[in-house]
């Protein structure tokens, strides 16, 4: 299993900015699809975004056009620029590695939007 670290949570203001980061072990990082996952209060886990080892990304529509996953393969690290934030966006962030047999979850990063 890879692990892997997230930073960057924190409070902000309805239509501010946060940017997330996930830094994964190992040397075959550039091999993995890589996603972020959030989990609300009372609510299931849900996709955000993914991005594939070829940079090919995917969103939920609930981010689409305000979140950008990215990734930089050099440090092992995997993005997620989120902007015009919302108070529904508030939720435990998960950062995610798939490759084959390998489903590693991150520790989780506290995202608070509120006034």
């Known amino acids: 299993q890879v692990q892997l670290v997230e930073s960057g949570g924190g409070l902000a203001q309805p239509g501010g900015s946060l940017r997330l980061s996930c830094a994964a072990s190992?040397?075959?990082?550039?091999?993995?699809?890589m996603g972020w996952y959030r989990q609300a209060p009372g609510k299931q886990r849900e996709l955000v975004a993914t991005i594939t080892s070829e940079g090919s990304s995917n969103y939920d529509d609930s981010v689409k056009g305000r979140f950008t996953i990215s990734r930089d393969n050099a440090k092992n690290t995997v993005y997620l620029q989120m902007n015009s934030l919302k108070p529904e966006d508030t939720a435990v962030y998960y950062c995610?590695?798939?490759?084959?047999?390998?489903?590693?979850w991150g520790q989780g990063t506290q995202v608070t939007v509120s006034s």
């Open positions: 190992g040397s075959i990082f550039k091999l993995y699809t």
């Open positions: 995610n590695a798939k490759l084959r047999l390998i489903d590693s």
